[in-house]
């Protein structure tokens, strides 16, 4: 992984202090940083967030309407973001709202709100420290199950980020070996823009005392054997020992050269015999890695990436 601090520091001028003498690269480090004072400043209001939004391409600031090929005009009055019209009379297309495909589509929250919550949670803060942050004498205060949907979104999109950016070197595993390995649905709201798709399914492993985490989208998001089974051969070495839930799916293991183990969450979290799963779901619920330094703009990026403009 690169350090984003070093490229950082690496990138920008080194000025010096009052007294001549050559300041410390990380003091440039430092200043480049986010913190709360400097996301109130500069992303305090609306007007700020839509412009900064514009400004990282998280939301288009031109839109061609598809029917005359032409520029249509922005209007600010409506959304939170505005809307594009086509400026022909008797358009097909009329309007298209301006956060269509963004990570600002149907979103109940203020701009400011968002940007703080996702501050919130590249920062690794609790759902309590961020509801105590985003407190005001005045203004609403969100609720535990707002910041927890807003923090999953956060958390989807740089899965997704890494899902398609990572470079899995060898496989994970081995004789003697446990690798956990469970299926979750992800992007509930986020995942599959417009449309109302529930999610898709994703299957991870995860090696005990490893923190090398292997996550795959399954294809036409299915957990079938035909679908998991590739995914799992992809990453995890022969001969080691595979815990898994009750699924179905994963009964065919032992052709492949795995040894199986299985915990029945029906009515258990750890086997008799030890097996569980418990490592690999907890990833489910947000980050276990070492926060970046530069996480506030790796999340910004992420949304970029995962979130495109066309
Ligand atoms: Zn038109």
Redesign the pocket.
């Known amino acids: 992984m690169t350090d984003l601090g070093e490229e950082f520091a690496a990138a920008m001028p080194r000025p010096t202090g009052s007294s001549g003498r050559r300041l410390n690269p990380y003091t440039d480090e430092l200043r480049s940083m986010w913190n709360w004072r400097k996301i109130f400043s500069k992303l305090g209001t609306h007007d700020q967030c839509v412009q900064f939004a514009e400004e990282r391409g998280l939301i288009p600031v031109q839109k061609i ?4 090929r ?1 520029t ?1 005009i922005l209007t600010k009055e409506s959304g939170q973001v505005g809307k594009f019209r ?3 009379y008797n ?4 309007t298209v709202s301006r956060a269509a495909g963004t990570w600002f589509e149907n979103a109940h929250l203020s701009l400011t709100l968002i940007f703080q919550i996702m501050y919130a949670f590249s920062e690794g803060l609790s759902y309590h420290q961020t509801r105590k942050e985003l407190a005001s004498d005045v203004g609403l205060v969100v609720s535990d199950r707002t910041v927890a949907n807003w923090f999953t979104y956060c958390w989807e999109t740089i899965v997704l980020y890494d899902l398609e950016n990572q470079r899995a070197q060898g496989k994970i595993g081995g004789p003697n070996k446990i690798v956990q390995i469970n299926e979750t649905k992800f992007g509930k709201r986020k995942y599959n823009r417009g449309g109302h798709i529930e999610g898709h399914w994703v299957i991870g492993m995860i090696e005990d005392g490893n923190d090398d985490l292997r996550l795959e989208v399954c294809p036409d998001n299915e957990r079938s054997a035909d679908i998991l089974v590739p995914l799992i051969t992809k990453h995890v070495q022969e001969g080691s020992i595979i815990h898994t839930d009750n699924w179905r799916a994963y009964l065919s293991l032992p052709e492949h050269g795995y040894i199986h183990k299985k915990v029945d969450h029906s009515d258990q979290f750890v086997a008799p015999d030890g097996t569980h799963t418990q490592r690999i779901k907890s990833q489910w619920r947000g980050p276990r890695r070492p926060r970046q330094r530069h996480a506030y703009e790796e999340l910004i990026r992420a949304i970029k990436y995962v979130y495109k403009i066309e």
Not at 65 to 68: G, L, P, S
Not at 91 to 94: D, E, G, M, Q, V
Request: some cysteine; overall charge positive; hydrophobic content about 10%.
């Open positions: 309407c598809t029917y005359h032409k249509m086509c400026r022909k358009c097909r297309t009329k």
